[in-house]
């Protein structure tokens, strides 16, 4: 099993920044795939950003390239979403997410809320 502890999140003004962190109870290079996922209300979650290990890749939803970075700390089993330039449409609850040996693994959420 993975446990995923998450903390950052918050109010921001439009324009502003957050960073979201994640840590995982494995080492990441164990795991899957490992990353962040957004649900606004009335919608579905879907993807952000997600790191695959395996091949060192980094993926990125079209609505946040070039505003929303993310990093790891593999000594710390981290992982970090730099969100800049944020936007009121990406408020929502953000999740950090790992699949380990196929199953899917989700944290607590956090909410991030962007003010026009």
């Known amino acids: 099993q993975v446990q995923l502890v998450e903390s950052g999140g918050g109010l921001v003004q439009a324009g502003g920044s957050l960073r979201l962190s994640c840590a995982a109870s494995?080492?990441?290079?164990?795991?899957?795939?490992m990353g962040w996922y957004r649900q606004a209300p009335g919608n579905e979650r879907e993807l952000v950003a997600r790191?695959?290990?395996?091949?060192?890749?980094?993926n990125y939803a079209d609505s946040v390239k070039g505003r929303f970075t993310l990093s790891r700390d593999i000594a710390k089993n981290t992982v970090y979403l730099q969100m800049n330039s944020l936007k009121p449409e990406d408020t929502a609850v953000y999740y950090c997410?790992?699949?380990?040996?196929?199953?899917?693994?989700w944290g607590q959420g956090t909410q991030v809320t962007v003010s026009s």
């Open positions: 790191f695959i290990p395996s091949i060192s890749n980094t």
């Open positions: 494995r080492n990441i290079f164990s795991l899957n795939t």
């Open positions: 997410q790992a699949k380990y040996i196929g199953s899917d693994y």
